[in-house]
């Protein structure tokens, strides 16, 4: 393409007129060049591309509108566009000069302003027009070249043109589709179209070189194919658009399988899994069955092994299973083979067609655990995996593949819960349990947006004197509709949605500005003490021990009185990171308890490696403490360890007298039970904290060994709800 404001030749008889126009011309940038006369115009034109022409009418032997006759037999206006130069007056002329194609005039004594904006009008045009026969030609190439569908929309009348190809990619014959873009936009599927209209609309207003957007459209087969659409908007001189035009090519081959593995993707196997259940609503005996299929501990593996040897992990996965559907002989007595897809990640699946049974499924599955007890050898590592297996049954009630999809990825759910290498069937009560579950996460959204949450407190107690030295923070959910939820009803779930990260750290903010506060009321010393539970999730952050100290220093508490709660699970699952965070808290002057502490899986070399000030026993233990002697020994073993590695203890659970007289005698330090009370609203503590001021060491109430009847006692409100 030309650059430049363009090249320009002048014609006139007159010198003056020449030169003065010449200077004016060249001062905007143009390439000027002149002619005496009619002649040398057109001998100059002939050997030279000029991007319009200034053509004097009056001149001697052969005139301006001879001259232009002759260039129009050559030319288009559009080609060269042409500005006749007329004398005022000379109204015969101008006509006569627009009838043999002139684009424009200028009237002599030349009004040089005028005149140069005409002649930028004119060049500006032309330039449109040339870069749209450029790009049209660029795209008929590109078109013809790469098997593409070309479509040329034409923005001022909402016309678009598409190509014999552009309609055969869709199933269509030429002429079948109306010249109108919401051909296109209607076939669009309904998870992209937003994606192809923010695409067009970004480049439309100039903020990308070109369109191009991925999506799938609607064949006239009535399924959806793969394709990219990429264009460019021509615009004219002030940026209006005139028109875009570019080419559509269908890449569903590609997008069918996946690049790491080489197996088919998803898109292939919905495919066929339709395929399967309209087979199967035409023959009843026709059995299939999904399995999807998840690795356990994968992240693990890719966290601690690098993603190399995770990748290949996935491949060495994906040609074992090839193998192990090879040698099902419950599979190839049927006839039809296995499809093996990957849908990403971690996540497999198994299309099983045609089998004889529908228990032929677990068979299957079975076969596929046992081919993965053996380990992968990978980079010089033995790596063992095994896998979860969800299968859904094929039934003609499926109404879409997505949908069995969804029902083999619950049962593979249900599957991983019951622990590793395990296969579940899907039923109706996971689905049942798999909607609630994404009710109640949509809802635990809602409850954070809209402070739904509580905290209530539980008093802890040193045993010795019964004095009250702080609370645990449990949190609690108003719910709109269902009341108060405890955690137990919440807390899983928003562990495996993630809501545990927003919600530990409203949690953790909220209990530090009560204790704050109290503190601030009542000091004492040592302060007023919270311990707030932290999830594994929220440890795991890597931002933790930057979150808390921001938070310790926007409520002034003293960080020695925040004390920590995490489990051993926590600190077990990735020890590394557990130190370096721990140590971090620590010199903070964070506290770290131990929470539950015997229930996990302790080992107790990693125990003396971190920084941790306290365990609590688990309520367990010091529940059947007065009536199994196994469980009394490990209280004893637990403090013995603590005393030994300078820790101390809190029980958990004390529920009546003799409990907690016989964890003093034991060397117990601090209780916390529902035999001091049960956790309670901030008001609640607050009023417990004063009256523990006038009256200290008498914090316990009434007893009672039944946790699920609501233990009120004269001192101290106590909540409603369930307990444990
Ligand atoms: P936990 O941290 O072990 O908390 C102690 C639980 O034992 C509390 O149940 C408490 O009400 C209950 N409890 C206290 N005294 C007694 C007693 O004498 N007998 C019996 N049977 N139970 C007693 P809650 O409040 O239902 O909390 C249950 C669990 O939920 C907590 O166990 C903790 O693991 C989790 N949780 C509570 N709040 C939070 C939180 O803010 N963040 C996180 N991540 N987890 C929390
Ligand atoms: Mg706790
Ligand atoms: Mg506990």
């Given at each position: 393409m030309?650059?430049?404001?363009?090249s320009?030749?002048?014609?006139d008889?007159?010198?003056?007129?020449?030169?003065?126009?010449?200077?004016?011309?060249e001062?905007q940038g143009y390439?000027?060049?002149?002619?005496?006369?009619?002649?040398r115009?057109?001998d100059l034109?002939?050997?030279?591309?000029?991007?319009?022409?200034?053509?004097?009418?009056?001149?001697?032997?052969?005139?301006g509108?001879?001259?232009l006759?002759?260039?129009?037999?050559?030319?288009?206006?559009v080609?060269?566009?042409?500005?006749?130069?007329?004398?005022?007056d000379?109204?015969?002329?101008?006509?006569e000069?627009?009838?043999l194609?002139?684009?424009?005039?200028?009237?002599?004594p030349i009004?040089?302003?005028?005149?140069?904006?005409?002649?930028?009008?004119?060049?500006?045009?032309?330039?449109?027009?040339?870069?749209?026969?450029?790009?049209?030609?660029?795209?008929?190439?590109?078109?013809?070249?790469?098997?593409?569908?070309?479509?040329?929309?034409?923005?001022?009348?909402?016309?678009?043109?598409?190509?014999?190809?552009?309609?055969?990619?869709?199933?269509?014959?030429d002429?079948?589709?109306?010249?109108?873009?919401?051909e296109?936009?209607?076939?669009v599927?309904?998870?992209?179209?937003?994606?192809?209209?923010?695409?067009?609309?970004?480049h439309?207003?100039?903020s990308?070189?070109?369109?191009?957007?991925?999506h799938?459209?609607?064949?006239?087969?009535?399924?959806?194919?793969?394709v990219?659409?990429?264009?460019?908007?021509?615009r004219?001189?002030?940026?209006?658009?005139?028109?875009?035009?570019?080419?559509?090519?269908?890449?569903t081959?590609?997008?069918?399988?996946?690049?790491?593995?080489?197996?088919?993707n998803?898109?292939?196997?919905?495919d066929?899994i339709?395929?399967?259940?309209?087979?199967?609503?035409?023959?009843?005996e026709?059995?299939?069955?999904?399995?999807?299929?998840?690795?356990?501990?994968?992240?693990v593996?890719?966290?601690?092994?690098?993603?190399?040897?995770?990748?290949?992990?996935?491949?060495?996965?994906?040609?074992?299973?090839?193998?192990?559907?090879?040698?099902?002989?419950?599979?190839?007595?049927?006839?039809s083979s296995?499809?093996?897809?990957?849908?990403?990640?971690?996540?497999?699946?198994?299309l099983?067609?045609?089998?004889?049974?529908p228990s032929?499924?677990?068979?299957?599955?079975?076969?596929?655990?046992?081919e993965?007890?053996?380990?992968?050898?990978?980079?010089g590592?033995?790596?063992y995996?095994?896998?979860?297996?969800?299968?859904?049954?094929?039934?003609?009630?499926?109404?879409r593949?997505?949908?069995?999809?969804?029902d083999?990825d619950?049962?593979?759910?249900?599957?991983?819960a019951?622990?590793?290498?395990?296969?579940?069937v899907?039923?109706?009560?996971m689905?049942?349990?798999?909607?609630?579950?994404?009710?109640?996460?949509?809802?635990?959204?809602?409850?954070?947006?809209?402070?739904?949450?509580r905290?209530?407190?539980?008093?802890?107690?040193e045993?010795?004197?019964?004095?009250l030295?702080?609370?645990?923070a449990?949190?609690?959910?108003?719910?709109?509709?269902?009341g108060l939820?405890?955690?137990?009803?919440f807390?899983?779930?928003?562990e495996?949605?993630g809501?545990?990260?927003?919600?530990?750290?409203?949690?953790?903010?909220?209990?530090?500005?009560?204790?704050?506060?109290?503190q601030?009321?009542?000091?004492?010393?040592?302060?007023?003490?919270?311990?707030?539970?932290?999830?594994?999730k929220?440890?795991?952050q890597t931002?933790?021990?930057?979150?808390?100290?921001?938070i310790?220093?926007?409520t002034?508490?003293?960080?020695?009185?925040?004390?920590?709660?995490i489990t051993?699970?926590?600190?077990?699952?990735d020890?590394?990171?557990a130190?370096?965070?721990?140590?971090?808290?620590r010199?903070?002057?964070?506290?770290?308890?131990?929470?539950?502490?015997?229930?996990?899986?302790?080992?107790?070399?990693?125990?003396?490696r971190?920084?941790?000030?306290?365990?609590?026993?688990?309520?367990s233990f010091?529940?059947?403490?007065?009536q199994?002697?196994?469980?009394?020994?490990i209280v004893?073993?637990?403090?013995?360890?603590?005393r030994?590695?300078?820790m101390?203890?809190?029980?958990?659970?004390v529920?009546t007298?003799?409990?907690r007289d016989?964890?003093?005698?034991?060397?117990?330090?601090?209780?916390?039970g529902?035999?001091?009370?049960r956790?309670?609203q901030?008001?609640?503590?607050?009023?417990l904290?004063?009256?523990?001021?006038?009256?200290?060491?008498?914090?316990h109430?009434?007893?009672?060994?039944?946790?699920s009847?609501?233990?009120?006692?004269a001192?101290?409100?106590?909540?409603?709800?369930?307990?444990?």
């Amino acid at each position: 393409m030309t650059t430049g404001p363009g090249s320009l030749l002048i014609v006139d008889d007159e010198e003056l007129n020449r030169d003065m126009l010449s200077q004016r011309l060249e001062l905007q940038g143009y390439t000027v060049a002149a002619a005496e006369h009619g002649r040398r115009a057109l001998d100059l034109i002939e050997r030279q591309a000029f991007d319009l022409v200034l053509l004097d009418v009056m001149m001697p032997d052969l005139n301006g509108l001879e001259v232009l006759r002759l260039l129009r037999r050559q030319f288009t206006p559009v080609e060269l566009p042409v500005i006749m130069v007329t004398a005022r007056d000379q109204s015969e002329d101008i006509v006569e000069a627009f009838n043999l194609g002139a684009n424009d005039y200028v009237t002599k004594p030349i009004d040089l302003p005028v005149a140069v904006a005409r002649i930028a009008t004119q060049v500006g045009h032309k330039r449109a027009q040339a870069a749209l026969r450029e790009s049209e030609a660029r795209y008929a190439l590109a078109a013809r070249g790469a098997n593409h569908g070309l479509w040329d929309w034409d923005l001022r009348t909402d016309e678009i043109y598409y190509s014999t190809r552009w309609q055969a990619l869709l199933g269509y014959e030429d002429g079948e589709l109306d010249p109108r873009p919401d051909e296109w936009l209607r076939r669009v599927h309904p998870e992209d179209i937003e994606r192809v209209q923010t695409s067009l609309a970004a480049h439309r207003q100039g903020s990308t070189p070109h369109f191009e957007c991925e999506h799938r459209l609607l064949h006239k087969d009535q399924t959806y194919r793969w394709v990219v659409a990429r264009g460019v908007a021509v615009r004219d001189r002030d940026g209006t658009d005139l028109r875009m035009a570019g080419w559509l090519s269908d890449v569903t081959e590609g997008r069918v399988s996946d690049p790491l593995t080489g197996l088919p993707n998803r898109i292939f196997l919905l495919d066929r899994i339709e395929r399967a259940l309209e087979r199967s609503r035409r023959l009843p005996e026709f059995h299939f069955a999904v399995l999807f299929l998840d690795l356990d501990r994968f992240k693990v593996i890719n966290d601690s092994l690098g993603h190399l040897i995770g990748d290949q992990l996935l491949i060495g996965f994906a040609r074992r299973l090839e193998g192990s559907l090879r040698a099902c002989d419950t599979v190839s007595r049927t006839g039809s083979s296995p499809t093996l897809a990957r849908l990403g990640g971690d996540e497999f699946t198994v299309l099983l067609d045609g089998m004889s049974d529908p228990s032929d499924a677990l068979k299957v599955a079975e076969r596929i655990h046992s081919e993965l007890a053996r380990p992968f050898r990978l980079g010089g590592h033995e790596v063992y995996t095994s896998s979860s297996i969800g299968i859904a049954l094929g039934s003609p009630g499926y109404r879409r593949p997505e949908d069995m999809l969804r029902d083999a990825d619950t049962a593979m759910y249900s599957a991983k819960a019951q622990g590793k290498s395990r296969s579940a069937v899907f039923d109706t009560a996971m689905h049942e349990r798999a909607v609630a579950r994404l009710e109640l996460e949509t809802e635990l959204r809602r409850a954070l947006e809209h402070d739904e949450l509580r905290l209530h407190y539980q008093p802890i107690v040193e045993l010795e004197t019964d004095r009250l030295i702080g609370f645990e923070a449990l949190v609690r959910w108003q719910h709109p509709q269902r009341g108060l939820l405890m955690p137990e009803e919440f807390i899983t779930a928003a562990e495996e949605n993630g809501l545990i990260v927003p919600l530990g750290w409203w949690v953790l903010d909220e209990a530090c500005r009560q204790i704050g506060q109290w503190q601030a009321r009542y000091p004492d010393v040592p302060p007023l003490m919270i311990c707030v539970n932290l999830s594994p999730k929220q440890f795991s952050q890597t931002v933790l021990a930057d979150r808390v100290e921001q938070i310790v220093r926007q409520t002034g508490i003293d960080p020695s009185s925040l004390k920590l709660e995490i489990t051993e699970n926590a600190i077990m699952s990735d020890p590394d990171l557990a130190a370096a965070t721990l140590d971090r808290l620590r010199s903070l002057g964070i506290q770290i308890g131990i929470d539950d502490f015997g229930t996990g899986h302790s080992c107790l070399s990693y125990l003396r490696r971190f920084p941790i000030d306290t365990l609590k026993i688990d309520r367990s233990f010091v529940h059947r403490m007065d009536q199994d002697a196994k469980d009394l020994e490990i209280v004893q073993t637990i403090l013995m360890l603590a005393r030994n590695l300078s820790m101390d203890v809190i029980a958990e659970g004390v529920e009546t007298p003799h409990q907690r007289d016989r964890l003093q005698t034991l060397g117990c330090e601090h209780g916390q039970g529902y035999y001091f009370s049960r956790a309670m609203q901030g008001q609640d503590a607050e009023a417990l904290i004063a009256r523990s001021r006038r009256m200290p060491g008498h914090l316990h109430g009434t007893v009672s060994g039944d946790d699920s009847a609501a233990v009120h006692t004269a001192h101290f409100p106590v909540e409603a709800g369930p307990c444990r």
